[in-house]
């Protein structure tokens, strides 16, 4: 059979169109610093979505902050491993709304496969693709491992104190995961591979081969190197990273790319890369729950 050639089909556009609608009302809520409603609009949106599909939620850190942290537990389905999910749900200020492809970056755009929007690359876009995936697995009845989905709100606040950093701190050890997953990933677009980080603060890499099939399994044969996600203000400024307990085992992946823009104008990302992580998420959650042999 020929290929067809690249016809415009309106079934499928409307079909995709109705898969970017959940991601263009989570852009559309402007959770910037000092935002007089934004912030918490955006806790309402994640913290509804979470308690529907059975989330236990608390928020931490709002007597300190305009911008608390969400902790969110899922105690599991048939099966007993944990994990430690990060995101967070504030984004970085904009800086020239005259830059952007659309009139408005808080209104999600498509632009020849790519989207654009101020926070859907970092991180509103994988944080969504995520809920998306967790839903589907507990809709599905397969099994999910026991959850605590840690989803701060100070993440592009540079300066003073962030109550993240507490919670984290409190959290972290007494959940007792061994498994931590990274608010995103990277794709080379050069050699066109997935990255997929695979990192431990004390675990050494040659150790780390359990987890290749893993990755390998869910990520189509993504390059994994032994590194974590480069942090613009640094490790000791991110709570996931500067609360990794020793021994854990650090794992990203994730739709972004280098044209992602992330904290400049233009924020994007490549719409069929955002879709595929759903299914990705899925699929590594699932091998992860049902994994015998990564401990
Ligand atoms: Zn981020």
């Known amino acids: 059979m020929a ?4 016809v415009y089909n309106p079934n499928m556009a409307a079909i995709l169109n109705s898969e970017l609608s959940i991601f263009r009302k ?22 509804s979505h979470l308690e529907s599909i059975g989330f236990k939620i608390q928020i931490r850190g709002d007597e300190l902050s305009e911008q608390p942290t969400i902790v969110a537990k899922y105690l599991g389905h048939k099966s007993n491993r944990k ?18 492809v659309s009139d408005d970056p808080f ?37 999910v491992p026991q959850i605590l989905w ?17 919670v984290f701190k409190n959290e972290i050890p007494s959940f007792g995961a061994n498994l931590y997953i990274e608010e995103t990933g990277f794709n080379d677009l050069v050699t066109n591979e997935q990255i997929a980080f695979l990192w431990s603060r004390s675990v050494p890499e040659k150790q780390l081969y359990k987890w ?35 021994n854990s085992i650090y794992i990203g992946f994730g739709p972004n790319d280098k044209l992602h823009n992330i904290h400049q104008d233009n924020e994007s990302l490549a719409k069929s890369k955002l879709l595929q992580h759903k299914n990705q998420f899925k699929k590594f959650i699932t091998l992860f729950a049902e994994a015998t042999d990564v401990e």
Not at 131 to 138: C, G, N
């Open 212 to 246: 290749h099939s893993l990755l390998n399994n869910s990520l189509n044969q993504p390059r994994i190197e032994f590194r974590h996600l480069n942090k613009l203000n640094g490790i000791e400024a991110c709570p996931l990273l500067s609360n990794l307990p020793q």
């Open 83 to 100: 994990v430690v999910i990060y995101g967070h749900y504030d984004v970085a200020l904009v800086k020239d709304s005259k830059n952007w």
């Open 3 to 6: 290929l067809m050639p690249n």
């Open 150 to 166: 840690l989803i701060q709100g100070e993440e592009e606040i540079i300066e003073g104190e962030r109550v993240a950093h507490k």
């Open 107 to 143: 209104t999600l755009e498509e632009v020849e496969g790519r989207v654009y929007g101020r926070g859907i690359a970092d991180n509103k876009g994988p944080l969504l693709s995520r809920i998306q995936a967790i839903t589907e697995l507990i809709k599905s009845d397969k099994p």
């Open 26 to 47: 989570f852009i559309h809520i402007p959770s910037y610093v000092k935002h007089p409603t934004g912030n918490i609009e955006a806790i309402n949106f994640i913290t």
